[in-house]
T-cell receptor, first 114, second 114 residues
Framework: EPEVTQTPSHQVTQMGQEVILRCVPI?????FYWYRQILGQKVEFLVS????????KSEIFDDQFSVERPDGSNFTLKIRSTKLEDSAMYFC????????????FGPGTRLTVL | AQSVTQLGSHVSVSEGALVLLRCNYS??????LFWYVQYPNQGLQLLLK??????LVKGINGFEAEFKKSETSFHLTKPSAHMSDAAEYFC????????????FGGGTRLMVKP
């Protein structure tokens, strides 16, 4: 069964460093998303991406964040200068269609900022 | 703006007992509603969804949910709990007007006692 994969599973970084979280969505999916879950809190939407453009972004997704689909298979989330409060589980998701919107989630990357 | 409220952050049932996890939502447009399950150290897996049509929807692992517009609810039930149902359950609503973003409730951790 096709699945969304994410690497690495755990990333530890120093405050101020840049990190890139990688995702491989399901191959025939066209819509891509990033969410995050700070420990003990809700899963929060960060950004959606379609046709090589951001469709929607939340207020969390500020200038420190960017997304890219560099090669037609990977979908990346970059945090330019990490802060302590960026520590969270980051989930990538993909969906085949806009309508009915069944999003398939990856296992997540746990980001720890020291 | 859409929102989701899950009553009870922790629910404990005995094996074989009825499972009832509550979800209420607010949405300015007809909602698409979802239940996801998260097992320890794993990503979010779709249990079931309501888009249009029949208001009682059946999902995987014997779960079902009923969309009640008048009550703005989408409660999740299972007639008989199994030990393997122990997990965290998230209710979510999607917004097609906002890049398909999913808005999640705070989650309910289901514990199943032998």
């Amino acid at each position: 069964e096709p699945e969304v994969t994410q690497t690495p599973s755990h990333q530890v970084t120093q405050m101020g460093q840049e990190v890139i979280l990688r995702c491989v969505p399901i191959s025939n999916h066209l819509y891509f998303y990033w969410y995050r879950q700070i420990l003990g809190q809700k899963v929060e939407f960060l950004v959606s991406f379609y046709n090589n453009e951001i469709s929607e972004k939340s207020e969390i997704f500020d200038d420190q964040f960017s997304v890219e689909r560099p090669d037609g298979s990977n979908f990346t989330l970059k945090i330019r200068s990490t802060k302590l409060e960026d520590s969270a589980m980051y989930f990538c998701a993909s969906s085949a269609h806009m309508i009915y919107n069944e999003q398939f989630f990856g296992p997540g990357t746990r980001l720890t900022v020291l | 703006a859409q929102s989701v409220t899950q009553l009870g952050s922790h629910v404990s049932v005995s094996e074989g007992a009825l499972v009832l996890l509550r979800c209420n939502y607010s949405s300015s447009v007809p909602p698409y509603l979802f239940w996801y399950v998260q097992y320890p150290n794993q990503g979010l897996q779709l249990l079931l969804k309501y888009t249009t049509g029949a208001t009682l929807v059946k999902g995987i692992n014997g779960f079902e949910a009923e969309f009640k517009k008048s009550e703005t609810s989408f409660h999740l039930t299972k007639p008989s709990a199994h030990m393997s149902d122990a997990a965290e359950y998230f209710c979510a609503v999607s917004d097609l007007n906002a890049g398909n973003m999913l808005t999640f409730g705070g989650g309910t951790r289901l514990m199943v006692k032998p």
